[in-house]
T-cell receptor
Framework: QKEVEQNSGPLSVPEGAIASLNCTYS??????FFWYRQYSGKSPELIMS????GDKEDGRFTAQLNKASQYVSLLIRDSQPSDSATYLC??????????FGTGTRLTIIP | SAVISQKPSRDICQRGTSLTIQCQVD?????MFWYRQQPGQSLTLIAT?????????ESGFVIDKFPISRPNLTFSTLTVSNMSPEDSSIYLC???????????FGSGTQLSVL
């Protein structure tokens, strides 16, 4: 069974701090990993993709991948109230489809 | 990325009826998928919409209940048939244009079945 696991939260972070979101997955052979942001009542939007071990930075977002530990994380620096959303981790288990985690609800406290 | 127009955005339907959801992409996509998101839950893949052939359904989903069409590379429909209150959910179509499966989504259809 291919699974993606996330802490459902809610995760509360003060404005300006770093928000850290974590995800684990079940298949060590997975190659593609994605973070989506979903505002309430909206559809998911892709914010980061990562394919190799290490860090990938895009603006205030950093994705971190550790394939040996089957772990992918998302860091949001200088958190803003507009970052309050549910963050979905998604993994391609090699079958051309994405499997999504249950999502972590993030609240940025002004 | 491409833009997907999905309609209707929401509907309230009676038990036993059917609803067809349409998705139109503004450019050709290689793969199209239909997801369901029940309240407070994550996304569950219903099926892969195959252009010009029968869709590929995930475990727990069947063609009689969720018939899907994809007549060309930019358009797909999902029908929710013989609806019951358990079908109340958000239905999302999605597509990808590259081999790394970066998915983008339509705006979703919020379905309520009475």
């Amino acid at each position: 069974q291919k699974e993606v696991e996330q802490n459902s939260g809610p995760l509360s972070v003060p404005e300006g701090a770093i928000a850290s979101l974590n995800c684990t997955y079940s298949d060590r052979g997975s190659q593609s990993f994605f973070w989506y942001r979903q505002y309430s009542g909206k559809s998911p939007e892709l914010i980061m993709s990562i394919y190799s071990n290490g860090d990938k930075e895009d603006g205030r977002f950093t994705a971190q991948l550790n394939k040996a530990s089957q772990y992918v994380s998302l860091l949001i620096r200088d958190s803003q109230p507009s970052d309050s959303a549910t963050y979905l981790c998604a993994v391609n288990f090699g079958n051309e489809k994405l499997t999504f985690g249950t999502g972590t609800r993030l609240t940025i406290i002004p | 990325s491409a833009v997907i127009s999905q309609k209707p955005s929401r509907d309230i339907c009676q038990r036993g009826t059917s609803l067809t959801i349409q998705c139109q992409v503004d450019s050709q996509v290689t793969m199209m998928f239909w997801y369901r998101q029940q309240p407070g839950q994550s996304l569950t893949l219903i099926a892969t919409a195959n252009q010009g052939s029968e869709a590929t359904y995930e475990s727990g989903f069947v063609i009689d209940k969720f018939p899907i069409s994809r007549p060309n590379l930019t358009f797909s429909t999902l029908t929710v048939s013989n609806m019951s209150p358990e079908d109340s959910s958000i239905y999302l179509c999605s597509g990808t244009t590259d081999a790394n499966e970066k998915l983008f989504f339509g705006s979703g259809t919020q379905l309520s079945v009475l």
